[in-house]
Nanobody
Framework: QVQLVESGGGSVQPGGSLRLSCVGSGFSFSHHTMSWYRQAPGKMRELVASMTTDEDRTYNRDIVKGRFTISRDNAKRTVYLPMNNLKQGERAVYYC???????WGRGTQVTVSS
């Protein structure tokens, strides 16, 4: 059974940083592209960043703007999303995905407010 467990969210002030983590189980983690999505209140879920098995990275430039860097540790079955310079009002639930069509995890909430 595929399981993705996100963590690391929280509430920070504008300009602050967080590091999200997602641990995957029930599938061959090292053989799958891993992605981070986010869903803001009242909006559709959107792709933030992806990282292939060859460590190629793609970003949603409208969101990231050089502030986030996706990485992965296959030995730990974990994908990370360090986020810097978070913006006022940048509130969303962040989810990771392995492209397997499995149900979404619970996500981790990020709130940016002064």
């Amino acid at each position: 059974q595929v399981q993705l467990v996100e963590s690391g969210g929280g509430s920070v002030q504008p300009g602050g940083s967080l590091r999200l983590s997602c641990v995957g189980s029930g599938f061959s983690f090292s053989h799958h592209t891993m992605s981070w999505y986010r869903q803001a209140p009242g909006k559709m879920r959107e792709l933030v960043a992806s990282m292939t098995t060859d460590e190629d990275r793609t970003y949603n430039r409208d969101i990231v703007k050089g502030r986030f860097t996706i990485s992965r540790d296959n030995a730990k079955r974990t994908v990370y999303l360090p986020m810097n310079n978070l913006k006022q009002g940048e509130r969303a639930v962040y989810y990771c995905d392995a492209g397997l069509g499995a149900p979404w995890g619970r996500g981790t909430q990020v709130t940016v407010s002064s």
